[in-house]
């Protein structure tokens, strides 16, 4: 994840050279570069949880998207540095990307399996199962994900499509491979509204402030190439808007000494 969200972030023009298939426009680079690192957080917090029930906000995102990705790598495989006229290091990032997308979402799998039937779901906070979140933020979490979701639809089954919409070119590939990403956050966002401790969002709250910021920085780098007076540039803005307001609000409350407290 660090590895292919530093070229993508920091190297956006040198991705025929360095990574598994040529991104364009550089804003495309950047915006995939910020996804990838944003999820490691989210992969880093949820490892390190103490619980199952903050942990599994972290495996079934990243086992969606990594078999979403796959799916989609075997589908534009011929866009693939597969070929020894792309230079070594192109087919060893390809090599490496087949390698780890067909084996994560195995290894995801295989946790949840051996969590789920192991009948223990990990050691329990104090407050497991009491605390909610707050309505409002339940709202706002459950619009973020139908939104998601519903775009994150059309951009895998009819990318050509829904990349009209989207505020800068894509091709298909690349629609599909942000649809992808797309998926793990409006999953991510999906689960965090129904969990019963607020604590256990912290992963998800991290990495969605992760996402808006590294998103911001890109734009500051390639804006020039968002239509920014149009609908979709709108509308990009505004859910970048409603996942970092979302992201910030359940941090705070992840964090907050009444995070245990159970609403009345």
């Known amino acids: 994840m660090f590895l292919a969200g530093l070229v993508l972030f920091v190297f956006p023009l040198r991705t025929a050279e360095w990574f598994a298939w040529t ?28 619980t199952w029930a903050s942990a599994r906000l972290a495996v079934w995102p990243v086992f969606i998207f990594t078999t979403l990705t796959l799916a989609v790598t075997l589908l534009h495989l ?88 989207w505020p800068w070119p894509l091709s298909e590939l690349t629609a599909r491979a942000v649809g992808a990403w797309l998926v793990g956050l409006g999953w991510s966002a999906a689960q ?24 911001a920085l890109a734009l500051l ?8 007076q149009s609908v979709q540039g709108i509308g990009f803005v505004t859910v970048l808007v409603a996942i970092g307001v979302a992201g910030v609000w359940a941090l705070a409350l992840s964090g907050s000494p009444a995070a245990g407290a159970r609403i009345r």
């Open 221 to 228: 780098r390639y804006g020039d190439a968002v239509i920014w």
């Open 23 to 50: 991104v364009n426009p550089p804003m495309t680079a950047v915006f995939l570069g910020a996804a990838y690192w944003a999820s490691a957080g989210l992969e880093v917090t949820g490892a390190r949880s103490a």
């Open 78 to 165: 011929d866009r693939f540095h597969l070929s020894p006229a792309n230079g070594l290091l192109a087919q060893v990032a390809t090599w490496a990307w087949l390698a780890i997308y067909a084996i994560v979402p195995v290894a995801m799998g295989v946790i949840s399996r051996m969590q789920i039937r192991s009948g223990r779901p990990g050691p329990k906070s104090a407050t497991a199962g009491a605390p909610v979140l707050p309505p409002a933020l339940r709202l706002l979490l459950e619009g973020n994900a139908v939104v998601l979701q519903l775009y994150v639809a059309a951009l895998l089954a009819v990318p050509a499509l829904a990349a009209a919409w």
């Open 192 to 215: 965090g509204q129904s969990s019963g401790d607020r604590r256990s969002v912290r992963p998800v709250a991290l990495t969605s402030v992760a996402f808006v910021i590294l998103q």
